[in-house]
């Protein structure tokens, strides 16, 4: 496997990164997760703007877009896979203990691993942890995932793939690594980004194609939805069959499944949507 480190394409087994590295000693790091297809990322352009309002957001250097294009295509082009999760990673660099990041600039990363196509229906739990809706991080794709972590591995002790947060004012928020969709009264709503929740590249799509409302929505609206839908990157359009308790139906829902067949036509059609 070949991936990308500061400028060259090289080995993964043998390429290293700086123990005193920001990114992993205090998680002063951004990233984007993409899918790559037959060699190609999806949306490459939004994750790529993306990536540069998270490190501003953390007060990284801009990272210049045209090498980190480069370097995805480079660690594509080196490592062939029908359909594979491209991950960028963009850290403050490393300096020795004590003393201020960045010292050497920052480190980018590129890497590659080859993925399997998700199921089309999944199950769900809340968590009782909230998500802060007016941090400092908010909205910004760092590499400080460790609530995420948690969060998921309890959705995975109960059968669940993915934990579902509420805000501080116990508004529906967003899932570890992914957005949130309701149906109420046959009509498809999701939480805005002022709730505290990720600008999800798969739910600005989403939101554009079906219509999609954005609405403050309380946590107990899970308890009620006709139909619930998950959006992100690997998940593309993903049916929520199960929530905590609660059973909705075996298959996608008519809403989730016409979203669904949106989704994949129109980004099939266009595979870089600006
Ligand atoms: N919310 C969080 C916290 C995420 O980490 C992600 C994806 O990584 C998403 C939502 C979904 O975003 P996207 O559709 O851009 O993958």
Redesign the pocket.
Known sequence: MKIWLDGELRDADSARVSVFDHGLTVGDGVF????AEDGRAF?LT??LH?LTASARGLGLPDPDEDEVRRACDAVLAANPVPLGRLRITYTGGHSPLGSDRGEAGPTLVVALGETARRPDTTATITVPWTRNERGALTGL?TTS?AE?VVALARARQQGASEALFANTVGQLC??????VFVVLDGELHTPPVESG?????????TVEWTGAKETDLPLDVLERAEEIFL?????DVQAVTRNDGRQLGDGPGPVTAKAMRIFAERAAADFDPR
Do not use: F, P, V
């Open positions: 984007e997760t993409l899918k949306a939004r994750h993306r794709k995932y995420n967003e899932g570890t690594g992914s957005n929740c990720l600008a999800g590249i798969t739910r600005a799509l959006t992100s990157t690997l998940r």
